[in-house]
């Protein structure tokens, strides 16, 4: 009897050991303001110039808004297990939950061992957008100027007379593949200053397969799969990482679409009756873009602390080439430095500036060159509550977009607001 009581004794104390050591954290961001922004399109030929203004109470200028849920378990013996779950949020949208690509921000589980590493599988960051959140002097915010994480939050959109191309400065991302499904990452604890990454994709099948004029094909690897590394290095006051990342598009069925190259402002070329897509556009939550594609990306980048200021220094490549015509492919290649500062104990500021250049088809076919730069402040009212204001600017020329010539753009985003995160 007294043995049966210290064993149930026993188990109780290690059920309660257990659920101690379990945790679950709500977390999230609110982004609101205002945000506006000015686009002008000068065409060659006798096209017209093509203004757009915009403005709006908006979200999501600083960060993307979003609501998460992320916990531990101790398994004991140094290992545990966790997992992250995270959505975007909508302050001015007709839903709370964004219904966008990007509204399974995360979702992941995996396992750590101390002294190891760990492992996920799910939908995560790559390494290398990890790295540019470590080294870019703006914290990947949403504003135009930003050459390396492109984006913008202004509302404004510039169609050219000569061509149905938009010019529309809601671009997304098109300088690295920010985050992907199906993946396994793996990430090592620090040895000697030296910090490892790794990314596996896998989703593939081997099936009949259909499209609009060719029904029933038989076999064939539907394959969106890639791979990548990244290895980070700290001392002292010094942080370097450098990464690689290449992401497979195939299918097999597909052969005759079309070549398209994106500009850093969201000007598009295109180039019809081409073979296989090699399109850098349109990343956001996808693995990667474009049909019988193979994308490979390249980021180096490096900060160093001087105590009153942080400087940044980075560097990025992306190449898309045709898997079915290796002389087909858009590449993107760009440079940015930066700082950022507590100007005082509850002014933060940052500036950054670069440059850059599209090459699409070869040496003799479009390119595009585009510089950008950015400025932004934030007023912390607590660590938790801050206002900012962010303006950025970037321009872009000798785009073919026609016959008719060359055209290029310039536009500036600007934004106001209030971030809270809890």
Do not use: C
């Not at 609110?30 to 002008?40: E, K, P, W």
């Not at 998460?68 to 909508?90: C, H, M, R, V, Y």
């Not at 995360?106 to 390494?127: I, R, S």
């Not at 932004?376 to 016959?403: D, E, M």
């Amino acid at each position: 009897m007294k043995k049966s009581l210290f064993a149930i004794a026993a188990v109780t104390a290690f059920a309660g050991a257990a659920q101690a050591q379990s945790s679950v954290t709500v977390y999230g961001i609110l982004d609101v303001g205002y945000a506006g922004g000015n686009s002008r399109v000068s065409a060659g030929g006798a096209t017209a110039v093509a203004r757009a203004t915009g403005n709006a109470f908006t979200n999501n200028a600083e960060s993307t808004s979003r609501l998460g849920f992320k916990g531990s378990e101790d398994l004991g013996g140094g290992l545990s297990a966790f997992f992250t779950i995270e959505q975007a949020i909508a302050p001015n949208g007709d839903s709370a939950f964004s219904n966008s690509g990007n509204m399974n921000r995360q979702t992941f589980a995996g396992l750590k061992k101390n002294g190891l590493g760990d492992v996920a599988f799910g939908t995560q960051y790559t390494p290398l957008h990890n790295a540019v959140a470590a080294t870019d002097a703006g914290g990947t915010n949403n504003i135009m100027g930003d050459v390396i994480y492109v984006a913008s939050t202004a509302p404004t959109t510039v169609t050219a007379a000569t061509s149905t191309t938009n010019y529309n400065n809601l671009d997304t991302n098109s300088g690295y593949t920010v985050r992907v499904r199906n993946a396994m990452m793996l990430n090592s604890d620090s040895f000697a200053g030296f910090k490892a990454h790794a990314m596996v994709v896998a989703n593939n099948n081997n099936t009949n397969q259909t499209s609009a004029t060719t029904t029933n094909v038989t076999g064939g690897i539907n394959n969106q799969n890639g791979w990548g590394l990244g290895l980070d290095y700290t001392w002292n006051k010094l942080f370097v990482t450098a990464n690689y990342q290449a992401l497979t598009s195939k299918n097999p069925w597909n052969t005759t679409t079309t070549y398209a190259m994106n500009a850093a402002s969201g000007t598009t070329a295109t180039a019809a009756g081409t073979t296989g897509a090699a399109t850098i556009w349109g990343v956001g939550g996808s693995n990667i873009t474009g049909t019988n594609v193979q994308d490979n990306q390249t980021y180096v980048a490096g900060t160093y602390d001087f105590g009153i200021l942080k400087a940044y220094a980075q560097w990025v490549n992306r190449k898309a080439t045709s898997q079915i015509n290796a002389t087909q492919y858009v590449s993107r290649s760009a440079q940015q430095v930066g700082v950022r500062s507590f100007i005082t104990p509850t002014i933060e500021a940052w500036a950054s500036a670069g440059n850059g250049k599209y090459t699409a088809f070869g040496a003799s076919n479009p390119s595009a060159s585009f510089t950008g730069y950015q400025v932004g402040s934030n007023y912390w009212l607590s660590k938790r509550t801050n206002l900012y204001a962010i303006y950025g600017q970037s321009q872009t020329s000798n785009v073919a977009v026609s016959t008719t010539g060359f055209t290029s753009t310039n536009a500036n985003n600007y934004a106001l607001g209030l971030r809270h995160t809890f």
